[in-house]
Every structure is written in structure tokens, then in C-alpha cells.
């Protein structure tokens, strides 16, 4: 069922991970997708692994959760990786047979451009969206957008919207399923038939949809006039974020990776050079 | 021949985090020709029993028959069995879409693969039956009103002409004048084609005045089924389930025992009235 899908992802927790400043996470996260795509040498990307492995084994999220947030870029980790192998032509020749020809830096490339894609996903699906809730996670971008409000940027107003069409994709996930039970019980087909026809059936959910969203919309914005909303000016918080020392630590250990990856980068040897040498 | 639910069980979200059992090994029958009510608290099961009985829901135990055969044994007929037990949903409203109220009745009997005429004879005949003029019938289902697109929605199922007709909560929302409207309409509709209905609901008053047999669950399963004396016979059971009898009911209690004698049970406030009326016209007085 429709329903089913967790939204986000965000598993609860209590884990170190888990406590880290919603901003803070959104800057570590920067400074690391920074570090992943300026690495290139075989030392930076060790670093990174680890790292990474590091960030997933103190956010107690399963293994089993974690393959299964990966399942969807397998296939264009395979792709990348094998387009790597098969179409670099440059360093020494390692094979050949037919039109098929392996290189050494095709391998080399290969090894990085998996890990670059793993650690990417790995450090942005931990950190972000398995331990931090969506709600919070909005809080952290208000948070972090405050400062554009000086230059007239309406931050509160984003988040809000934000917010609100979070809120609103299980309502409107739920609302679907409902409609589309009722037009499958006037004999609407979904998944037989033309495209012409598929279409059709289509539209016949997404007309009521658009109409209810619209509604809820309506209603919402009554609710929330009625409440004395007026936007975020004086407005209170009643779970104020915290930022606290260990937040900072976290923002200077990742800093001190990407720091890292730019001084490995640097170093004349490379272990990845040195397995075709 | 009847709807029968046979040991059937049904749980939402099957190996999830979420799975909730919502029957658990029910037996139940739908008769031919009569109204049968289905109440029962929230959470009881009743729209889990409607969905099942056109296959919308495949049971997780036990099996549904309708007019003979196991509705889920063969895969190619499911969709007949859409309109062979039409359902009409809760607030059926939302789910209008055609650019007239006429096309979007049409939209059951086209999926049908209907001839043309006979679309037509049916559109005209289930609007009349809900009683909806032909000037509504050109508008758009979004300028009517709530009431009406509820006869748009409801006109829907109809024209499909299903040999049972199950409705979920058709009269919930609608203002009183509204709902004895659209129930009064439904059981003359039910008279004249001599179908099965099923009508889902919370008010006692409702299935009190227009069931011919009322089925009330509780959420471990079936409490009764039976005539309306048979259900109403205990007061406190119903009470215990969230449910009571219909008011009017109630007070026929308590004037009996002022010593006012009725010589009929009295569910409905009509007969009630009509029974009183009898015995001041006979000079007696309370």
C-alpha cells in the first residue's frame, strides 16, 4: 500500500549522531560532499572511507536499513563503475580481448569514483535524513537562512512552506489511495489498456486530488488565521535549538576531514598508483 | 443468492511494523432483497467488510461468496465483481471529476463498455431515482451543492445497476432534512428493483427507521444479527459496544413505565407518534 513508504526516513534514536545541532549537520554535510569531490588521491579517499564508516557505526542505524537506503544508485554505481573500466585509455594496458581494452588508471578511476558515489550517499543518508527529522530538519535550514532575512529573503515564510507540504505528503498519500479504491470500484483500470486509456484512468485521481489539496489548502489557511498566525515576526519557538559545545567539536572534526583530504591530495605517493607499478 | 463471509479475517499492513488485525475469522451473511444496516463503533471493522465484499480487500483468511462463487478465486473477474457490488464510498463527493454531473454518472457504465443508449437510459433513470433535475445534470459536479454532488456521487454507483449496492456512511455530513432525504430514496430504490442494500452507519435512529435487518459489531467480531426487535431486545449490551437504542426507543421505556401501554415495539419516532395519536383519539390519557 501507498501508505507504507516511511516519509524521510528518519529513524529516532539517541545516538551521539542523532544529537548533533540540525545546522550543524547541514554544514557538516557540506564541508564533507566538499571533501569527497576534492579528494583524488588513493590516501584522501581511505580517509574518507573511514569517515564515513565512522559517522554510520556511531548512529546505530542498522546495516540492513542502510543497504536497503542504497538499493536505488546500485545500478548507477555499477554503470559509472564499468564505464570507467571500459572506456579509459590512458596509463599502462592490462588487457585486451576483442574490442575490450582495461587500462590501469581505468581501474584506478573505477575504485574512486565508487567510493566518491558510496561515501556520498552513505554520509548525506546518515547524516541528514536517517537521523534528523524532517521537522527539525526545517528548523536547521530557518536556522541557517536567518542571516539572508537582513536582505529581505522571506526565510520564515520558506520554512513554513517547507513544513506544511511535509505535513501534507501522508494526507495526500492516504487521499489517493482513497480515490483511487473508489474510481477502481467504477471500474476504473489503472494498469491495463492504452496509454490513451492509462492517462485517462489518471486523471480521473488527479482531478479529485488537485481539488482536495486545493480545499485543505483553503482550510489550512482559515485554521491558521484564525489562530492569529501573522507570519514570523515576534514569533516564539517552543523547541528553541541549541548549539552547543559538542556541535562545534563536530563542526571542526569535519572541517579537519576536509582539511585532511586537500593535504593527502598533496602527498607524491599514491597507493592506488603503486598497485599497477 | 447472498453475500457470505466465510471465517474471513483481514489485517492491515501484513509483515510490517504496522500490521493491525481488523477482522478477525468473521461469518456473516447479506440476504437478498432487504436493507441490511452494518453499525458498529469506529474501528469496528465496517468499511473493512464493505471493501472486501466487491474484492477491493482480499481477505488474509477465509473466503467472500457472492452469488455462488469465491470472489477472489479468479483474478480475470475481479473487475465484474465491481459492478456486480457497487460501493459507494465515504463522502463519495470527492471523487467526482467529469466536466458534467451527467458524464461523471456516465463513468461507472462507459467502464461498463455500455452501448451508447443504454448509458443514457441509465444516467436519466439513476438521476431520477436520487432525484436530481436535468438542469444539475449539465453542471459541473464543482458548482453544485454538497448535498447534490452526494446524489451525483451516489447516482454513480446506481447507474451501474450492481445487484448489491453497499453504501458507506451515504448519509454522514448531510444536514437532517438531507439524510432522511437520501435514506427514504435509497429504500424506495431498494423496493422497486427488489436489489440487496447495505447501508454502513452510526445513527440507531437511521437503521432503526429503514433496515429490514441490522448486523452490529463490536471489535472482537459480530455482536448480532437480526430484526430490529432482536437487536434492540438489550439496551445495556448495545450500551456496553458504544451504541445505544434509538432514542425515541428510550423514552417509550420510560412512558410504559408510567404505565402508557404501546402494543408494538417502537423504534421509530413515526410509529411512535402514530401509536399515540391512536390512544388520545380512544380518550385514553396519561
Redesign the interface.
Known amino acids: ?1 501507498i ?2 513508504i516511511t516519509l524521510g526516513q528518519y529513524f529516532p534514536g539517541t545516538s551521539p549522531i542523532h544529537k548533533i545541532d540540525a545546522r550543524a549537520k547541514i554544514i557538516m554535510t557540506l564541508l564533507l560532499i566538499i571533501a569527497v569531490f576534492v579528494a583524488s588521491s588513493g590516501f584522501a579517499f581511505a580517509l574518507l572511507f573511514v569517515v564515513s564508516a565512522v559517522i554510520f557505526l556511531m548512529s546505530g542505524i542498522s546495516a540492513k536499513t542502510l543497504a536497503k537506503g542504497l538499493k536505488p544508485i546500485v545500478f548507477i554505481l555499477i554503470f559509472t563503475t564499468l564505464f570507467q573500466i571500459f572506456f579509459t585509455r590512458t596509463g599502462t594496458l592490462l588487457l585486451e580481448w576483442w574490442i575490450i581494452k582495461i587500462y590501469s588508471n581505468g581501474i584506478i578511476f573505477a575504485i574512486k569514483m565508487f567510493i566518491r558515489i558510496l561515501v556520498l550517499i552513505t554520509t548525506t543518508s546518515v547524516l541528514l535524513s536517517y537521523t534528523t527529522s524532517p521537522i527539525v530538519m526545517t528548523d536547521g535550514i530557518e536556522g541557517l537562512m536567518t542571516p539572508l532575512s537582513k536582505i529581505g529573503v522571506p526565510v520564515h515564510d520558506f520554512a513554513l512552506v517547507m513544513s506544511i507540504a511535509l505535513r501534507f505528503i501522508p494526507t495526500l498519500l492516504e487521499e489517493t489511495e ?2 483511487m ?9 489503472f494498469s491495463t489498456g492504452s496509454l490513451m486509456k492509462r492517462a485517462r484512468a489518471l ?2 485521481v488527479f ?2 486530488l488537485l ?2 489539496a486545493v480545499r485543505h489548502a483553503f482550510e489550512l489557511a482559515d485554521a491558521m488565521i484564525c489562530r492569529g498566525y501573522r507570519g514570523g515576526k515576534g514569533r516564539t519557538k517552543l523547541n528553541k535549538m541549541k548549539f552547543r559545545f559538542s556541535d562545534f567539536i563536530w563542526l571542526i572534526l569535519a572541517g579537519g576531514v576536509l582539511a585532511g583530504v586537500i593535504y593527502l591530495n598533496t602527498v607524491p605517493i599514491d597507493p592506488l598508483n603503486m598497485i599497477f607499478v | 443468492m447472498p453475500v457470505i463471509f466465510e471465517n474471513v479475517s483481514y489485517v492491515y499492513g501484513e509483515n510490517t511494523p504496522f500490521e493491525h488485525k481488523a477482522l478477525d475469522k468473521i461469518d456473516l451473511t447479506i440476504n437478498d432483497n432487504e436493507i441490511t444496516g452494518l453499525i458498529g463503533q469506529t474501528g469496528s471493522g465496517k468499511s473493512t467488510i464493505a471493501q472486501l465484499c466487491n474484492g477491493l480487500y482480499k481477505p488474509s483468511e477465509g473466503r467472500v461468496i457472492v452469488d455462488g462463487v469465491d470472489i477472489n478465486a479468479d483474478k480475470k473477474k475481479k473487475r465484474d465483481n465491481f459492478f456486480k457490488v457497487g460501493l459507494v464510498f465515504q463522502y463519495p463527493e470527492y471523487q467526482l471529476f467529469e466536466d458534467t454531473v451527467e458524464h461523471d454518472i456516465a463513468y461507472g457504465p462507459k467502464n461498463m463498455g455500455l452501448p451508447e443508449d443504454e448509458i443514457a437510459r441509465r444516467v436519466k433513470e439513476a438521476a431520477g431515482f436520487v432525484g436530481l433535475d436535468e438542469e444539475a445534470l449539465k453542471k459541473s459536479p464543482f458548482d453544485i451543492s454538497g448535498g447534490q454532488r452526494r446524489r451525483a456521487a451516489i447516482a454513480g454507483i446506481i447507474a451501474m445497476e450492481p445487484k448489491y449496492l453497499i453504501l458507506d456512511e451515504p448519509a454522514a455530513g448531510l444536514d437532517p432534512m438531507g439524510r432522511d432525504d437520501i435514506l427514504k430514496k435509497l429504500k424506495k430504490y431498494q423496493r422497486e428493483k427488489g436489489i440487496s442494500v447495505v447501508i454502513i452507519s452510526h445513527s440507531m435512529e437511521d437503521m432503526a427507521k429503514f433496515c429490514d435487518r441490522i448486523i452490529v459489531l463490536s471489535r472482537d467480531g459480530i455482536y448480532k444479527c437480526g430484526t430490529k426487535a432482536e437487536i434492540f431486545e438489550d439496551p445495556k449490551a448495545l450500551r456496553e459496544m458504544g451504541l445505544s437504542v434509538p432514542q425515541i426507543t428510550k423514552v417509550v421505556y420510560c412512558a410504559e413505565r408510567l404505565g402508557v401501554k404501546f402494543d408494538r415495539p417502537i423504534y421509530t419516532v413515526d410509529a411512535a407518534f402514530e401509536d399515540v395519536m391512536k390512544m388520545l383519539d380512544g380518550g385514553e390519557t396519561v
Open positions: 500500500m501508505r507504507d482513497k480515490i479504491s473508489a474510481q477502481k470500484a467504477r471500474g476504473t483500470e486523471l480521473a482531478v479529485p481539488a482536495s
